[in-house]
């Protein structure tokens, strides 16, 4: 029987094609240094999903059991910080420092809204624009 194949350019890939015009399964083998790019763009950031697209990788699983098999131990570089206790214990101080201001701060912007829902309601009722007019001083001569 004849057979006619086609060899992908990014990866090693066979579709073949016999003389009767039957398509055998598609079966994609990649090879190991497409599998280590992959992985290093992995550990780099891009999203496994990203990589699939990208690269036309069909397996949801594929690059997860690539990252595990090639990758510094699956894991992607992170940023590991050594402080000292007071370093640690400053920054809990600022972190609980940035709480109780962004709670003021909406206390604050509620506030502001509601003397200012004031304003408009009371501006409607007497038919007259407080906000132009009041706290003008007047003119003393």
Do not use: P
């Not at 399964?25 to 992985?39: D, N, T």
């Amino acid at each position: 029987m004849l057979t006619f194949c086609f060899q992908s350019i990014a990866l090693v890939s066979e579709a073949c094609l016999t003389f009767a015009g039957v398509y055998r399964k598609l079966e994609k083998r990649y090879s190991q240094a497409f599998r280590q790019q992959v992985v290093r763009e992995y550990e780099a950031g891009a999203s496994i999903y990203r990589l699939r697209q990208k690269y036309g990788i069909g397996g949801h699983k594929t690059v997860e059991r690539w990252v595990k098999k090639y990758g510094r131990s699956g894991y992607r570089s992170e940023l590991v910080v050594i402080q000292s206790v007071d370093d640690q214990l400053e920054v809990k101080a600022m972190k609980q420092h940035i709480v109780e201001l962004e709670a003021a701060l909406a206390e604050v912007v509620l506030e502001n809204r509601m003397l200012n829902t004031t304003l408009e309601v009371a501006s409607r009722s007497l038919e007259m624009d407080l906000k132009k007019n009041f706290g003008r001083k007047s003119s003393c001569k």
